[in-house]
């Protein structure tokens, strides 16, 4: 059975979010064209081919050295295939500069740096307040409001 299938789900209401690697898997769906109604990536790496450089995450289906690989593989090469809204955050202090260049060049892509942190100290904040906007989702298009100031007043 999909999710979509479940009685106890609204299936116009599916929605993504991950963290760090699954931030990245994320980002992946989203451009692959995933058919949810909004993707949220919390630190995700938008270019694996930087990751590679950096010694990878540790757990790839697939060689580092493969630089082609590692390439299809980087959403921000396929950005302008968005077809969702597409909320990218991460903490000042991280490196976040592969998904900010993403969003540049991603109309359906927002990224959003949380001031003052680190890749672990927004989470709790900032996924509560997406899921309170989540469940306030009603329209029939989804609406979602984030602005730096308001991060920082969630996660200070």
């Not at 760090?20 to 995933?34: E, K, R």
């Not at 060689?63 to 082609?68: I, R, V």
């Not at 950005?79 to 202090?93: D, H, Q, R």
């Amino acid at each position: 059975m999909t999710i979509r299938a479940r009685p106890d789900v609204d299936p116009e209401r599916i929605y993504l979010v991950g963290h760090s690697t699954g931030g990245t898997h994320v980002l992946n769906a989203a451009v692959a064209g995933a058919p949810v109604r909004a993707a949220f990536s919390l630190g995700g790496r938008a270019d694996l081919v930087e990751v590679a450089l950096d010694g990878g995450y540790g757990n790839e289906p697939f060689s580092l050295s493969d630089t082609a690989l590692s390439a299809m593989r980087s959403p921000n090469r396929w950005g302008g295939s968005l077809a969702v809204p597409t909320y990218y955050f991460e903490g000042e202090y991280e490196y976040y500069i592969d998904a900010v260049s993403m969003a540049y060049y991603a109309p359906m892509m927002e990224a959003h740096l949380v001031p003052d942190a680190d890749h672990f100290s927004y989470l709790g904040a900032v996924k509560a307040n997406i899921t309170e906007q989540i469940l306030a989702d009603k329209g029939t298009s989804p609406s979602f409001e984030f602005s730096e100031r308001m991060l920082y007043q969630i996660t200070h």
